[in-house]
C-alpha cells in the first residue's frame, strides 16, 4: 500500500468519532486484498461498502463489506471486505475508497481526499493466454 494502515496511527479512535467511518488496515494475501474497517454505531441499520478502481476512476465497482459479530464496542462497530485482485496492468493502481450508510445519511473515507492506493510490488508484464484451450485439459486414463 501506498499508505500507513490507518489503525496504526495514535489518533485512530479520535478520527472514528469524528469521520465517522475509516478504514483500520489492508492485507495482501496472493490475489485477494482482505480489509476491516470501522464505523461508528450511530444507527441499528449500517451499510458499508468499497467503492475500488484499477482505471483511475473511469469505471469502478462497490464491494458489500460484512458486519464482523461481537466486534462492537459500545460506540463503534466493525466490519471486513475482501476483493479479488485484478490482473496487473501497465501503470495501474487499485484505488479505493469506503461508503458508511447510518440511516439516511451518508460518510466517505477517502484518506483525506488521496484515496487509498495500492500499486503492484512487481512491475512485470502478464504472460500472454495459450493459444490452444486443450493444453489446459488433464487426461486421466
Same mark, same amino acid.
Given at each position: 500500500?501506498?499508505?500507513? %494502515?490507518?489503525? $496504526?496511527?495514535?489518533?485512530?479512535? @479520535?478520527? =472514528?468519532?469524528?469521520?465517522? =467511518?475509516?478504514?483500520?488496515?489492508?492485507?495482501?494475501?496472493?490475489? +485477494?486484498? *482482505?480489509?476491516?474497517?470501522?464505523?461508528? %454505531?450511530?444507527?441499528?441499520?449500517?451499510?458499508?461498502?468499497?467503492? +475500488?478502481?484499477?482505471?483511475?476512476? +473511469?469505471?469502478?465497482?462497490?464491494?458489500?463489506?460484512?458486519?464482523?459479530? /461481537?466486534?462492537?464496542?459500545? /460506540?463503534?462497530?466493525?466490519?471486513?471486505?475482501?476483493?479479488?485482485?485484478?490482473?496487473?496492468?501497465?501503470?495501474?493502481?487499485? /484505488?479505493?475508497?469506503?461508503?458508511?450508510?447510518?440511516? @439516511?445519511?451518508?460518510?466517505?473515507? %477517502?484518506?483525506?481526499?488521496? %484515496?487509498?492506493?495500492?500499486?503492484?510490488? *512487481? /512491475?512485470?508484464?502478464?504472460?500472454?493466454?495459450?493459444?490452444? $484451450?486443450?493444453?489446459?485439459?488433464?487426461?486421466?486414463?
Amino acid at each position: 500500500p501506498a499508505f500507513t %494502515n490507518p489503525i $496504526c496511527s495514535a489518533d485512530f479512535l @479520535q478520527r =472514528v468519532r469524528l469521520e465517522k =467511518v475509516c478504514l483500520e488496515g489492508l492485507a495482501v494475501e496472493r490475489f +485477494h486484498l *482482505q480489509g476491516t474497517v470501522r464505523v461508528l %454505531n450511530m444507527a441499528f441499520r449500517k451499510e458499508v461498502t468499497v467503492r +475500488h478502481t484499477v482505471d483511475d476512476w +473511469h469505471s469502478y465497482a462497490d464491494t458489500p463489506a460484512s458486519y464482523i459479530p /461481537q466486534s462492537a464496542d459500545r /460506540q463503534t462497530d466493525r466490519f471486513s471486505f475482501e476483493l479479488a485482485l485484478p490482473p496487473y496492468l501497465a501503470g495501474s493502481a487499485l /484505488q479505493l475508497a469506503v461508503r458508511y450508510r447510518a440511516g @439516511q445519511t451518508e460518510y466517505w473515507d %477517502n484518506d483525506r481526499g488521496r %484515496n487509498y492506493r495500492l500499486r503492484p510490488a *512487481q /512491475q512485470s508484464r502478464l504472460s500472454p493466454p495459450p493459444m490452444d $484451450c486443450d493444453t489446459g485439459w488433464i487426461h486421466f486414463v
